[in-house]
């Protein structure tokens, strides 16, 4: 089959590889049918996750057909189109059992390297480097999906690709970090980073109730798409200070509650500190340059919320503990735990609460996808979110 | 049964084989008084006494076979002190074999006695003397762990799958088989690099349903070891805590390095990942195998992982 391999950093190849078979007894294998380019795969293609290994097939974010099944798997059966949650989660585990499936205790074979790195691991993830499992991706023909009988769920005819593929990644991953800020009446929600993640979360605070909801980017068409289709209001941070902009629009209170939606690859509009922080980032000294997550904690109002859904992989610098111990921030994190999440946003696409397709802005068969990772990755051609047609 | 410590493995825990250089130590005396006290006659018996220096010779022998004996009959290092014993045979050989090269007639047939005699006695002393440092050393080598996982299933589940030793190499990946021959009793044998294997039997000398397993090896095993498992409730109603104690001997030599081999560079490391598939099989079935890991958890999988792409129909 034809999958898209990781080949080394700002490098991915469509290459010939074996066609997967069943490895577990709960596997299934799916024909894809749509798959997508994550953010985040953006941050393993400049080589900021450690432990790739060339070859590696790319891809967490896709959907197709079943077309077979290990003889665990009942919930299935071939023909049956689903939508697949990017954390690989067992459902058997103590962690499962309380709905948090990205930090699964069984789904990573490499657990010992996530756990020198980590402390603990988390679950493993498709096609998201060998500190994750070490599982190939779906950016490809066919995937195996393991633990089939708790991932994947069956896609009903009248939800179109576009829309279900948001399923299995950027619409619950948005959907969470709004949840995690516990949202009440008259709240003001503020949104670092208007890719996939932040759109659908600044979304997400909308459906959540927030009264107002401002997005941060630097991009004038992303922002017009949170102004267009989430009556977003948007700040574009080379233009205007952030900090003020945001106390001015609160009246000195701040945010209640602030989404990083951007994670580790943070570029920003002070040139200094971001040269502090790419020169620490190329040298390996730090792995991340946290930016968005420093400016977040402090525009947060006191008391507030900081919700961390940006990728973060190892380790940050300058973090302003001193303004969030002394203003009593909570920060709440993770990485989705998208099986929690799918059935619940499939039923609100399915009541036209919410199209979360708005923010596809290209859609090209599978053999471009070196072309969708580089103009995803320069954001030409007012690029937000690259589907791969199979 | 509380701790696995206290398992005794007759081949660690015995005493280090004593017998043997206690008699050397004796043997020792014996030629060091009889050399000091009678050099005359010892001189003649041995076939020496026409020479001048033999008069000067026998008495320092005799004070070393007297040194040799105190540490020998003392019991402490007797590997080392049973090797000061080979040197002196070596030193005595080279004397009687220019001893021998200048005699003729009866003279000579006592000095080639004497020699095959001293040669006998070295051929003991060599062996007192390996054998008594591989004991020593088997001791030094003991690796003794505790490892432990939570695992979400009743205490009686876990006990149950444990207590059917025929399951182990489900989850411990240097195992092959293992066959349980009665209810206490099973046959264990483990693959390495190479095609080596070792087998032992073992016994289980302790058993609490639902609580603790624990077993030895028979004496004999060339890996001699021990361990116990115990199955605590978690707190907060989380499953059981798992908790191995493993305690073995590796043997020396290419056996050795085999051994050490099947347990990589960190043994702990080796059992936490055979916890983590234990864990595995009792929660989700089986092992659960990725592209880059499709043999599962391992941490010399890890350090060679492959590309995350389907495997080739040769390798399934």
Known sequence: MKATA???????????????????????????????????????YHGYIPAMRKGDILGHEFMGEVVEVGPQVRNLAPGDRVVVPFPIACGHCASCQRGLYSVCENSNPNAGIAEKIMGHSP??????????????????????????????????DEIS???????????????????????????????????????????SARLLGAERVIIIDRFPYRLRLAEKHIGAETINYESVDVLDTLNAMTAGRGPDACIDAVGMESHHGNTAMYAYDRAKQAARVETERPFALRQAILACRSGGVVSVIGAYGGFVDKFPMGAFMNRSLVMRTGQCHVQRYTRPLLERIQRGEIDPSFIVSHRMPLRDAPKGYKIFQKKQDDCTKVLLKV | MSRVDTVL????????????????????????????????????MTGVDDSPAARSVLPAIGLRELGSAAGLL?????????????????????????????????????????????????????????????????????????????????????????????????????????????????????????GHRVEWDAEIIDDQPNKSITWRSLPGSRVPNAGRVRFVPAPGDRGTEVRVELRYAPPAGALGRAVAKLFGEEPEQQVRDDLRRFKQVLETGEVVRSEGSPNGISVRQQAMQRPAQPLPPSRR
Request: glycine share 10%; aromatic share 6%.
């Open chain 1, 161 to 203: 690709d576009d829309q279900a593929v948001m399923l299995a990644d950027v619409f619950p991953t948005g959907y969470m970090g709004a949840e995690m800020c516990d949202i009440k009446p008259g709240q003001v929600i503020a949104v670092w980073g208007a890719g996939p993640v932040g759109l659908l979360a600044a979304a």
């Open chain 1, 123 to 156: 679950a493993g993830i498709f096609g998201y480097s060998h500190l994750l499992g070490g599982y190939a991706g779906g950016q490809a023909e066919y995937a195996r999906v393991p633990f089939a009988d708790v991932g994947p769920i069956k896609v009903p």
């Open chain 2, 9 to 44: 493995l007759p081949e660690l825990d015995g005493p280090v084989p004593a017998t043997l250089p206690r008699a050397l130590g004796l043997l020792s005396l014996a030629l060091g008084v009889g050399a000091l006290a009678a050099p005359g006659p010892v001189a003649r």
């Open chain 1, 6 to 44: 990781w080949m080394g950093a700002d490098s991915v190849k469509v290459i010939d590889v074996p066609d997967p078979k069943i490895m577990n007894a709960r596997d299934a294998i799916v024909r894809i049918s749509t798959t997508a380019i994550c953010g985040s795969d953006l941050h393993l």
């Open chain 2, 74 to 194: 003392s019991g402490r290092r007797p590997a080392g002190w049973a090797w000061s014993r080979v040197a002196g045979d070596a030193m005595d050989l080279a004397v009687l074999g220019r001893a021998l090269a200048d005699r003729a007639g009866d003279r000579r047939r006592r000095v080639a006695l004497t020699t095959l005699a001293i040669a006998g006695i070295t051929a003991v002393d060599v062996l007192a003397a390996v054998r008594t440092g591989r004991a020593r050393r088997a001791r030094a080598r003991v690796i003794q762990m505790e490892i432990a996982v939570t695992v979400n299933r009743s205490p009686a589940e876990a006990y149950r799958f444990w207590r059917d030793m025929e399951n182990l190499p489900r989850f411990m990946a240097h195992l092959e088989s293992v066959r349980a021959d009665d209810l206490r009793r099973s046959h264990w044998i483990a693959r390495g690099p190479a």
